[in-house]
C-alpha cells in the first residue's frame, strides 16, 4: 500500500527532538514502525502541490490539523485508489466527510489523544484573559510597571459564569478543572447529560442562547460542523454580555472573523483567546493577529509530546488493523461504510 503522510516541517528543532513524533522529521514514528512490511511511505509538508502529485496513486493519507491538509472534495476525486483517511489528533473537519462517504473511504481519528491537552489549555486561556497576563507580560518586556493599566483590567475567576458550549470529552475535562475555581458553571450540548453526571461535573444545562446571555466567560469544545460552522455569528457575539470573554479552542470557523474583530474594537468583549484559525496556518495579515485584547497562539493545544505520543500510538494501531484487514477501534471512526457514524459529527448530512 502507499501511505502519504502530510505534516508539518520540524527543522533542526525536530532533529534533536525525537519525541517530537507530529512533524514530518519524525513521521508519527512511522518510518520504523512501517519498515520491512512491504509498503510505501511517503511523507510530504506541502499540502497542495506536492499532495496532488500523489494523490492518484495512494491509498491512505494521514493528515493532522495543526498543519491540515485540506481534503476536499475535489482532491478527494482525484484520489481514485484512496480507502482511509487518518487524523492524527482530533477533529476531521479539513475533510470532505460527505466526499468521503460516497466514494467509500474510511476515515478514523484518534479519539481522546489530546482531550487532556486541550482542557488544560483552556483553563490557561481563561486565566490569562481574565486576569490580564498578556498586557502585564508585555509592560515586564517594555521595561514598563504600571499597576494601574494592567490592574484596571484583571478580575478573579471566582463567582464567575462560564459556560461551556460542547460538554464531551474536552468540555467535561474542562469542567472538572474549574470547579476547584468555586465558578458557576453552565453548559449546552446538542446531547445534554444525564442529572447524575451533571450533578459530579458541577455544570448545569440551558439553552445556547440563555448560556451566552448569562455568562462571563464562554469556552466553545464542539466539532466544526455545518451545523457549528459560523455559530458565533455577529448576532450570538453581540448576544454575549458586555466584558464577557471568549475562548475558543474548537474550530477557528465556529466563530465569525469580521464580527469578532468588531466585537473586541468596540468593546463589548473584554477578550478572546485560542489557537484555532482560519485558514491554517494563519495568514501573515490574519485580523485576528492584531484585533484588540486577544491571547491567540498557533495551533498547538493539542499537541503537546504527551498528545503526540498518544496520537502516534493511534495512528500505528489504526494502520495494523488495517493493512490486516481487522476492524479499526469503533471510537476512532468518523466516516465508515458509506456513512459519518461519529455521534459528535452527527447532523443532517447530505453527500
Ligand atoms: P467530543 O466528540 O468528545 O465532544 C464534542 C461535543 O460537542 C459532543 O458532546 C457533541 O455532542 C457536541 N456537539 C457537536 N455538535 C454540536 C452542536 N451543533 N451543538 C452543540 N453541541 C454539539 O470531542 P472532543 O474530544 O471534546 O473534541 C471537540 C473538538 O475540539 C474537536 O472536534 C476538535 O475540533 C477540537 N479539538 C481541538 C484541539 C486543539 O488542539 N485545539 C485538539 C483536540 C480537539
Redesign the pocket.
Given at each position: 500500500m502507499k501511505i502519504v503522510a502530510v505534516l508539518y516541517s520540524g527543522g533542526e528543532i525536530a532533529k534533536r527532538t525525537p519525541t517530537l513524533l507530529g512533524s514530518a522529521e519524525n513521521a508519527l514514528g512511522l518510518r520504523e514502525f512501517l519498515a520491512g512490511k512491504g509498503h510505501e511511505l511517503i511523507v510530504l509538508t506541502d499540502k497542495e502541490t506536492e499532495l496532488d502529485k500523489h494523490l492518484p496513486s495512494t491509498d491512505i493519507i494521514i493528515t493532522t490539523?495543526?498543519w491540515p491538509a485540506y481534503l476536499t472534495k475535489e482532491r478527494i476525486s482525484h484520489a481514485p485508489n484512496l480507502k482511509l483517511i487518518l487524523t492524527a489528533?482530533?477533529?476531521s473537519?479539513h475533510i470532505d466527510l460527505g466526499a468521503a462517504a460516497a466514494s467509500k473511504i474510511t476515515v478514523a481519528e484518534i479519539?481522546?489523544s489530546?482531550?487532556v491537552?486541550?482542557a488544560e489549555q483552556v483553563v490557561m486561556h481563561i486565566l490569562a484573559l481574565v486576569r490580564n497576563y498578556i498586557p502585564a507580560y508585555n509592560q515586564v518586556l517594555e521595561g514598563r510597571w504600571d499597576i494601574a493599566e494592567i490592574a484596571a483590567r484583571a478580575h478573579d475567576l471566582e463567582d464567575k459564569t462560564v459556560g461551556i458550549?460542547?460538554?464531551?470529552?474536552?468540555?467535561q475535562r474542562v469542567c472538572e478543572r474549574l470547579k476547584a475555581f468555586n465558578v458557576k458553571m453552565l453548559y449546552?450540548?446538542?446531547?445534554p447529560l444525564r442529572t447524575v453526571e451533571e450533578q459530579v461535573l458541577g455544570a448545569r444545562f440551558t439553552s445556547r442562547e440563555q448560556l451566552v446571555e448569562q455568562s462571563d466567560v464562554i469556552t466553545i469544545?464542539?466539532?466544526?460542523?455545518p451545523?457549528?460552522d459560523g455559530m458565533f455569528d455577529r448576532n450570538l457575539i453581540f448576544r454575549m454580555k458586555k466584558g464577557a470573554y471568549l475562548v475558543n479552542?474548537?474550530?477557528g470557523k465556529i466563530v465569525d472573523t469580521a464580527a469578532l474583530v468588531e466585537a473586541l474594537e468596540v468593546g463589548h468583549l473584554a477578550g478572546y483567546a485560542g489557537?484555532?484559525w482560519y485558514p491554517q496556518p494563519a495568514p501573515k495579515d490574519h485580523p485576528w493577529r492584531h484585533m484588540p485584547n486577544h491571547a491567540m497562539v498557533p495551533?498547538?493545544?493539542?499537541?503537546t509530546l504527551e498528545a503526540q505520543a498518544r496520537y502516534s500510538n493511534g495512528i500505528k494501531d489504526c494502520l495494523s488493523r488495517f493493512l490486516e484487514n481487522r476492524p479499526l477501534e469503533q471510537q476512532y471512526l468518523i466516516v465508515d461504510g458509506g456513512k459519518v457514524v461519529s455521534?459528535?459529527y452527527s447532523?443532517a448530512f447530505k453527500t
Open positions: 490539523p495543526f489528533g482530533i477533529g473537519d479519539t481522546g489530546n482531550v491537552s486541550v458550549i460542547g460538554m464531551g470529552r474536552i468540555g449546552y450540548d446538542q446531547f469544545n464542539t466539532p466544526l460542523t451545523e457549528t479552542t474548537a474550530r489557537d484555532v495551533h498547538y493545544s493539542g499537541t455521534a459528535s447532523y
